[in-house]
């Protein structure tokens, strides 16, 4: 009986898939932005910092910055410039200056992403607003990352920035 | 006879509630032995003494018929320290006479405390064995009710009764029980709680023997063919074998609409379940499986823990000790003060370590969500059992998040498989699974449902008709 309560604790505990985190040591990635310049691409991670207000809750941006010959390196990167865990399982919103990037998206990243063409890629990323907000504004023009896979002739919605607001164009 | 008073006399000497009578009956002389504690004074002046004082010396010898009690016995010289202490007087003539004349020194039948009921009785039990004893015997009135008197205890003699329906029970239990009652060696017992020992499974935190004090309780579960035990002087009453869903139950179950009992258990399991994997969850959800949580409660959870200095399991410990601390104060305290430290633990310092950063608000609402389904239960022990079943499903889930919940259930579910209360499965009717025995398990049908005694109890299965 006792051998047979090993076998599981050996299974769970020694196979390294289980990660500990802390939440307040987790950097939670809401918007991912993908360039390329030359043959490196490059990529910005927008974390989202929940910040106690009163009785509701604000939101702060922090900006994390990796370079790679490949999505993946350049995600990688990213992280190891990171001082926190980098978490992507529940990154809303993607936006690539070029929707050929997407093919290159790592499959761990959820279907339901939202996706944005942007031309100045961090001016976009670093003006305040939610992943909330972006969706709102693209409403019935919104493409997630499984439409696109299916059929990538699907227009991707473009946003600009017209006075310091945001603006979407198809 | 007088020598042997005197040796008497001499044992007692540094005492000063054992008192020795000398009375001159002609020429003959009487011995009036007695603890002035343990005994009624009225009744030993009126009925003892005055009647004592006027027989003759030739009817000495035939004091048995002469001074009326309904208990009143010849005993064996060395017997009579120990009828002494049971409350009798002992009358040392040609031969020895034990005539009972207990004091009350109990409270009386009271109020149920423990065990609050909506509906039925509120008589509970108390201290002394013939009160409990009655309750029951009011209750079932029927030749089968046997009551075994044995003593327990070298020092203390504390009387005990084996109850069972001699048509209903099974043999082999009783069997079981009085052999494992045979194996006490013990210098005293002060509760029923002190035979649990010899009585119960060991190496588990679950309740495999359960106590009462409820009379109805009592009757219900002889009737159903199972075996209870009286101790003097405690107004707790065991009950064997318990099985887990028996805590489930509350007499008040079998007093009001079963339609409305059966959704009460429901809620009942899920309170079980609750109070022993919501700390669990949310530390898998805030430590391991990020994913299982929607962004925007991920964020609001981040941000209510920003402040907090402490890992998730030392806050969440911090917290379920704090409960365990205010609850066993609040329990020790009277009740008069006891609301005080109610107020200034749950309210006062709550909302100060809040505030102070040290514990999360979300926190004190998944220690309190759990700790308030574990009260659900008023069986102490199934909720200590709770309690340590909720810290093992913590630090496994902080270790390996859901993966660790999931082990420890295994684990959990195994050990109750395993677990036994005199010889029977802890888990039954659902493993082993017994389709009429689901009648009266988390689903209740109307009482004129239950037609068949549980198998694992009782060779007489057919209950009673009803008219």
């Known amino acids: 009986m006792k051998k047979l309560l090993i076998l599981p604790f050996i299974t769970i505990f020694l196979t390294g898939c289980i990660k500990y985190q802390e939440l307040n040591n987790m950097a939670i990635i809401t918007t991912i932005g993908i360039d390329k310049s030359e043959n490196t691409y490059e990529i910005t991670l927008k974390e989202t910092i929940p910040k106690k207000a009163e009785n509701k809750v604000a939101y702060e941006y922090k900006y994390y910055k990796g370079k790679g010959e490949s999505i993946e390196e350049a995600l990688q990167d990213a992280s190891d410039n990171a001082s926190k865990d980098i978490y992507l399982r529940q990154v809303q919103n993607i936006m690539v200056t070029n929707p050929q990037f997407l093919k290159k998206v790592p499959s761990y990243l959820k279907n339901s992403i939202v996706l944005f063409r942007v031309k100045n890629l961090d001016k976009i990323l670093r003006i305040n607003s939610n992943y909330k907000y972006l969706n709102n504004l693209a409403k019935d023009k919104t493409i997630t990352l499984k439409q696109y896979k299916k059929n990538n002739k699907k227009k991707i919605p473009y946003i600009k920035v017209y006075k310091q607001e945001l603006l979407i164009k198809n | ?467």
Not at chain 2, 132 to 159: D, F, H, P, Q, W
Not at chain 2, 290 to 295: S, W
Not at chain 2, 422 to 446: M, R, S, T
């Open chain 2, 1 to 467: 006879m007088e020598n042997y008073v005197k040796k008497l006399e001499k044992k007692f000497k540094l005492n000063g509630d054992y008192i020795f009578k000398k009375i001159k009956i002609g020429r003959k002389t009487v011995y009036l032995v007695f603890n002035e504690v343990l005994t009624s004074s009225d009744y030993v002046n009126d009925f003892i003494l005055k009647r004592l004082t006027k027989v003759k010396a030739k009817d000495l010898a035939n004091l048995m018929n002469i001074l009326p009690d309904a208990n009143m016995k010849e005993i064996k010289k060395e017997e009579a320290i120990d009828y002494m202490h049971k409350g009798y007087i002992i009358i040392f003539t040609q031969n020895i006479i034990a005539i009972e004349a207990k004091a009350s020194l109990d409270r009386g039948v009271s109020a149920i405390e423990s065990e609050l009921s909506i509906k039925g009785p509120k008589d509970a039990f108390s201290e002394n064995f013939n009160t409990n004893l009655g309750l029951i015997r009011r209750r079932i009135k029927s030749a089968n009710l046997i009551a075994e008197r044995e003593e327990v205890g070298k020092s203390t003699k504390t009387s005990i009764g084996i109850l069972y329906m001699s048509d209903i029970v099974n043999g082999d239990l009783l069997q079981q029980v009085k052999n494992k009652l045979k194996t006490i060696d013990i210098d005293g017992i002060m509760d029923a709680t002190y035979l649990r020992e010899n009585l119960e499974a060991h190496r588990t935190f679950f309740p495999t023997i359960s106590s009462t004090e409820r009379p109805d309780k009592v009757s219900m579960a002889l009737l159903e063919g199972k075996i209870a035990i009286i101790v003097d002087m405690s107004p707790y009453v065991l009950i064997m074998p318990t099985f887990l869903i028996d805590y489930f139950h509350t007499v008040d179950d079998y007093y009001q609409k079963p339609i409305n009992i059966s959704f009460i258990r429901i809620i009942r399991l899920l309170a079980f379940l609750m109070a022993i994997f919501t700390p669990a969850f949310y530390l898998a959800v805030t430590t391991h499986n990020f994913d299982l949580i929607p962004l925007d409660l991920l964020l609001s959870l981040k941000a209510q823990r920003e402040s907090v200095p402490f890992p998730a399991l030392i806050e969440a410990m911090i917290m379920s000790i704090s409960f365990e601390v205010l609850r066993e104060s609040d329990i020790r305290m009277s009740s008069t003060t006891g609301s005080a430290v109610s107020i200034l633990g749950g309210l006062i310092l709550g909302d100060a370590a809040v505030s102070a950063g040290i514990i999360s608000p979300i926190m004190i609402i998944v220690i309190a969500i759990s700790a308030i389904s574990g009260l659900v239960f008023p069986s102490i022990e199934l909720v200590s059992a709770i309690r340590w079943w909720r810290f093992i499903m913590m630090i496994l889930a902080t270790m390996a998040g859901m993966w660790g919940i999931l082990l420890g259930t295994v684990i959990l579910f195994i050990h109750l498989y395993l677990l036994k209360s005199l010889g029977k499965p802890y888990l039954y009717p659902f493993l082993p699974f017994n389709k009429l025995e689901q009648k009266d398990a988390i689903i209740k049908v109307n009482n004129r449902g239950e037609k068949y005694r549980n198998p694992l109890l009782s060779a007489n299965r057919k209950r009673g008709h009803y008219r």
